[in-house]
């Protein structure tokens, strides 16, 4: 798929769904996934922070990218976040979207220790270099409590031609300083639950991930 369609318009990243005995409601999960398709939303994003990812085990991921998977059915395009404290543990998470039709993947960085950038530039490198797929990374400090600058970003674009994209939890501001820095070469996915949205899209960012409870609603804002 052209990749200006594939960071393009509204994405909804999913709520995970729990039965009252806390096991994942899988049938919630995939009406979950007709409903936000139904709204108008231009692709479905799996396992963010909306989908509670930090508390749910390997398994638990992998059920509920399998799942997703068959229910969407190719209709719009999927992508998975990818979160694992090890090099090793995102492969098998990332290898596992790649089996199940993910058409790209969003790494996060891993949430243990506190390092400098090169670090995280390495850690995301080397993920990005085992896979097939294109790639994005999340960069949302106050989520996450780690960021990359502009001039980061910039540097991993030209050490990994797969990462394309940003999913990014900042202002226009700091996308328009994204896009001046890798001269356009990266796509922009924003979130922020809508802050700055036409901003944003004034900045240059033609993508956006949010969660369900807002999707119809942006799409007609996009």
């Given at each position: ?24 409601d ?26 509670e ?19 969407n ?13 090890s ?6 998470l ?32 080397r ?36 990462i ?31 802050l ?22 942006a799409?007609?804002?996009?």
């Amino acid at each position: 798929m052209n990749q200006d369609t594939l960071f393009a318009g509204i994405h909804a990243v999913l709520y995970a769904m729990f039965r009252e005995d806390e096991t994942i409601d899988m049938r919630a999960m995939s009406a979950e996934v007709d409903y936000c398709i139904a709204s108008g939303c231009h692709g479905i994003t799996v396992l963010g922070l909306a989908t509670e990812v930090q508390k749910l085990t390997f398994n638990e991921k992998a059920a509920i990218i399998r799942e997703v998977s068959k229910t969407n059915r190719g209709r719009v395009p999927l992508s998975v976040t990818i979160s694992g404290n090890s090099v090793a543990e995102q492969l098998e998470l990332a290898h596992i979207a790649q089996t199940n039709a993910a058409d790209w993947l969003i790494l996060q960085p891993p949430t243990v220790g506190t390092f400098g950038a090169e670090v995280y530039l390495d850690f995301f490198a080397r993920v990005a270099g085992s896979v097939s797929l294109p790639v994005a990374v999340q960069n949302a400090p106050q989520y996450l409590g780690r960021a990359l600058s502009g001039e980061d970003i910039a540097q991993l674009r030209t050490r990994c031609e797969n990462i394309v994209c940003v999913k990014s939890e900042e202002s226009a501001l700091g996308i328009q300083r994204i896009i001046d820095l890798t001269g356009g070469t990266m796509h922009i996915m924003g979130g922020r639950g809508g802050l700055e949205m036409t901003d944003s899209l004034r900045a240059g960012c033609r993508g956006f991930v949010f969660a369900p409870d807002i999707v119809a609603v942006a799409v007609q804002v996009y």
